[in-house]
């Protein structure tokens, strides 16, 4: 009898909680490990795994998975017949998908951590696991975040540095529990204005990708860090440029009057809208310019404010300033003195 079966037997008698072996190049699970029913915790990292048997399902109880550094390519389906898992770690292996059958049978993990694999897509049965609190998935080769796991409404850290994402849904501020949002070395060039309905956000790294500047939303995060190094970020460098007055399209006119309309209640131009559900589904987009405060739709001026990280936004990791993004809806807003926006210049 091995020393792994010897300690197994052991565990059965004793009715352990914990099962754990490591470092014993291990590619097949010892038959006894599934007769110990009562282990709440199994940690089987560094050996050589590549499956695990379907007998195991008889750990009912496991509550704390760790699979980490073997050489599993998918996640095993037994771990979708653990109905109690809270903790599953299987970085380090060489997984090229996280299976949808098995993570959608989650329901009550609340951290995968499967760093360091070569997964492509995460599945859109991610919105299975909505006790789902922490997600790593860093250095992996993820190209986009799914929509669905902004049904994971509990997540309080999303770790998706060294990836391949370009862009982030805009969606991304129904998480209003997250913190922690990691998704440094990525190819994205902005951030959606509603990461500031992120209102728990504490820590944001978005160090090496090509962000040109921050959106406004920022200001209602509760940022304490912010990692933006390594980024084209716009400086604070004046350049000539000359004076251009508006042209607008008869679209964002007709838009612009109707908006108006509605500051007054008794207008019959906003009494005959508000019965076009098509016209207020276009409108649903409309945003206010920083300047004049007035409404507008498709057409206006994109500026950058510089904003000190310490004093105004509070950071205790930053010194300088950080360019803002700002939108003025006319060049006539542009031209008013007493504000602090200027136009961008990208170099040609």
Not at 113 to 141: K, T
Not at 143 to 169: D, F, M, Q, V, W
Not at 242 to 254: P, T
Request: charged share 25%; hydrophobic share 40%.
């Amino acid at each position: 009898m091995s020393v792994a079966d010897t300690s197994l037997l052991t565990a059965v008698r004793g009715k352990s909680r914990s099962v754990t072996i490591c470092n014993k190049s291990l590619k097949a699970i010892p038959p006894l490990l599934c007769k110990v029913t009562s282990a709440e915790q199994l940690v089987l990292k560094n050996n050589h795994l590549k499956e695990l048997p379907y007998e195991l399902e008889n750990l009912k109880d496991l509550r704390f998975v760790n699979l980490g550094n073997n050489i599993f390519e998918d996640l095993p389906l037994v771990l979708g017949c653990l109905p109690n898992i809270t903790t599953l770690h299987i970085f380090n292996n060489h997984l090229t998908e996280l299976t949808g059958a098995v993570v959608e049978r989650l329901t009550r993990c609340r951290t995968l951590n499967a760093n360091n694999n070569r997964v492509e897509i995460i599945p859109p049965e991610i919105r299975g696991m909505r006790s789902l609190q922490v997600l790593c998935l860093e250095r992996n080769l993820v190209a986009t975040i799914p929509r669905e796991i902004l049904s994971c409404l509990e997540i309080t850290e999303l770790h998706l540095g060294n990836n391949r994402i370009k862009e982030l849904p805009r969606e991304l501020g129904y998480l209003r529990n997250l913190k922690k949002l990691f998704i440094y070395k990525n190819e994205i060039a902005e951030i959606p204005d509603e990461i500031g309905h992120c209102q728990s956000l504490q820590i944001l790294d978005v160090s090496c990708n090509l962000i040109t500047m921050f959106p406004e939303g920022i200001y209602h995060c509760a940022l304490k860090e912010l990692h933006c190094d390594e980024n084209p970020l716009l400086e604070h460098l004046p350049v000539l440029s000359q004076n251009v007055h508006d042209i607008f399209y008869l679209k964002e006119l007709c838009a612009r009057m109707i908006l108006q309309s509605f500051k007054d209640r008794n207008s019959i131009l906003r009494k005959s809208a508000t019965v076009r559900p098509d016209i207020l589904n276009v409108l649903k987009d409309a945003k206010k310019c920083v300047v004049c405060e007035q409404s507008y739709l498709f057409s206006w001026l994109e500026c950058v404010h510089f904003v000190n990280a310490k004093s105004e936004l509070k950071l205790k990791n930053r010194a300088g300033n950080i360019p803002i993004r700002a939108c003025l809806c006319s060049y006539d807003c542009f031209y008013t003195e007493g504000h602090n926006y200027f136009a961008v210049s990208y170099p040609n």
